[in-house]
């Protein structure tokens, strides 16, 4: 059974960085690509970035480029969220996937997900 786990949330004022971690077990975590989705307050849940399996491609929602890195430590079953120069926002609900078919920014497609991890930014 794939479980991916979440940490790294928190409350930051506008400006600050956050570094979100996900951490898959009960899987070949390199065979996965993964993805960083949010889900703002009465809001649908919206993609933010995607890595392939070994971490050389990657993509991102146009408001996150260049403010957002996402990577990954296949030895660690770990895929990171780097999130800096943050923004009232970029407030939500943040939950990582994974699915072992093509890099897509469509949710649906992905058959794992995390609990979520509570990123609130105030301005």
């Known amino acids: 059974q794939v479980q991916l786990t979440e940490s790294g949330g928190g409350s930051v004022q506008a400006g600050a960085s956050l570094r979100l971690s996900c951490v898959a077990s009960g899987c070949t975590f390199s065979t996965y690509v993964m993805c960083w989705f949010r889900q703002p307050p009465g809001k649908e849940r919206e993609f933010v970035a995607s890595?392939?399996?070994?971490?050389?491609?990657?993509y991102y929602t146009s408001s996150v480029k260049g403010r957002f890195t996402i990577s990954r430590d296949n030895a660690k079953n770990t895929v990171f969220l780097q999130m800096n120069s943050l923004k009232a926002e970029d407030t939500g609900v943040y939950s990582c996937?994974?699915?072992?078919?093509?890099?897509?920014?469509?949710?649906?497609?992905?058959?794992?997900w995390g609990q979520g991890t509570q990123v609130t930014v105030s301005s």
């Open positions: 890595i392939n399996r070994n971490g050389d491609t990657t």
């Open positions: 996937a994974a699915n072992r078919g093509l890099t897509t920014v469509n949710s649906r497609f992905y058959d794992y």
